[in-house]
């Protein structure tokens, strides 16, 4: 087993841990907090999507992952815009 595979396993470990911060930050009660952890969480699944994708050899994990990101972040920036308008 290569250094490079096992560091590809740490990094599923750390960021299933990070998905759980995410999950926690996204129950608190305020709207930015949810906001920030569906962000995280988002960016989270991408991540872990790239990294089992080139482990495993998987078709069009680039491209899944790439529209994770793109449609996590205009979500949230949407989201942020028409709370800002409803809440003046």
Do not use: N, Q
């Not at 599923?12 to 906001?35: C, E, N, P």
């Not at 990294?51 to 495993?56: A, P, Q, S």
């Amino acid at each position: 087993m290569s250094i490079l595979l096992i560091s590809k396993y740490i990094l599923i470990v750390a960021v299933v841990i990070f998905m759980f911060a995410a999950v926690k930050i996204v129950s608190h009660r305020t709207i930015a907090m949810g906001l920030i952890g569906c962000a995280s969480f988002s960016l989270a699944i991408s991540v872990l999507l790239l990294v089992v994708g080139d482990i495993y050899a998987i078709e069009f994990y680039r491209d899944i992952a790439l529209a994770l990101l793109l449609l996590g972040v205009v979500g949230t920036v949407a989201f942020s815009m028409a709370l800002r308008r409803g809440g003046s």
